[in-house]
């Protein structure tokens, strides 16, 4: 398995600090609330979540990721509630939680990517929020990170219409430089979105 064997380091291959897109909508994270972090790796963003006080479920599909998310929240003295799941066949139906987040999950077919947004709307509880965080197509001049597909990758237009069911709050796209390990690392086109799912 391609994740699997990505993962099996001792080195966090995306470091230990929380994704650039998450620290930047840290307002949205509110102590109390439950979050859902999907294809979470090796726990840096599900880790950080509850370190702001979040009940936080995550999953991922490589065991050696999950392992490594458990081991990192144990260093921080946080509980993450992480198990190994399937992105494709996970039951997106069995909790709804306050917030939804997926940060760099960009290995899907688009409809795949589709399969997985209709969950994310779904898992999300009616008034609660999805947060989203990527790169855009842009990426593909900077070669730092990410997949060289370009189908893989977001545009504001796909996000809007991918999420048309939910009012938008923010859509960015914007260039930042990104140090968050082996993995991402360098100049990067991005993109945030922040959706609320209606009441």
């Known amino acids: 398995?391609?994740?699997?064997?990505?993962?099996?380091?001792?080195?966090y291959?995306?470091?230990?600090?929380?994704?650039?897109?998450?620290?930047?909508?840290?307002?949205?994270?509110l102590p109390g609330q439950t979050a859902l972090s999907i294809a979470d790796g090796e726990g840096r963003n599900s880790v950080y979540l509850a370190e702001k006080g979040l009940t936080v479920t995550a999953f991922d599909g490589a065991p050696n990721a999950v392992a490594?998310?458990?081991?990192?929240?144990?260093?921080?003295?946080?509980?993450?509630?992480?198990?190994?799941?399937?992105?494709?066949?996970?039951?997106?139906?069995?909790?709804?939680?306050?917030?939804?987040?997926?940060?760099?999950?960009?290995?899907l077919t688009p409809a795949e990517r589709t399969q997985v947004f209709d969950g994310m709307i779904r898992a999300t509880r009616p008034g609660g929020t999805i947060l989203l965080h990527g790169y855009t197509v842009e990426q593909l001049a900077h070669g730092t990170g990410g997949p060289r597909v370009a189908d893989q990758l977001y545009t504001a237009d796909l996000l809007r219409d991918a999420f048309?069911?939910?009012?938008?709050?923010?859509?960015?796209?914007?260039?930042?430089?990104?140090?968050?390990?082996?993995?991402?690392?360098?100049?990067?086109?991005l993109v945030d979105l922040v959706a609320r799912r209606p009441l």
Request: net charge negative; aromatic share 12%.
């Open 1 to 11: 398995m391609f994740w699997n064997d990505r993962f099996d380091t001792p080195d």
């Open 13 to 29: 291959v995306y470091g230990t600090q929380p994704s650039q897109g998450l620290r930047r909508h840290a307002e949205l994270l």
């Open 68 to 107: 490594k998310a458990q081991r990192l929240a144990g260093t921080r003295g946080v509980t993450v509630q992480t198990r190994v799941a399937d992105i494709l066949t996970y039951d997106w139906d069995a909790q709804s939680y306050d917030l939804v987040v997926g940060i760099f999950f960009q290995f």
């Open 164 to 189: 048309s069911t939910c009012e938008i709050l923010d859509l960015t796209c914007y260039e930042a430089v990104l140090d968050e390990g082996a993995g991402h690392s360098g100049p990067s086109a």
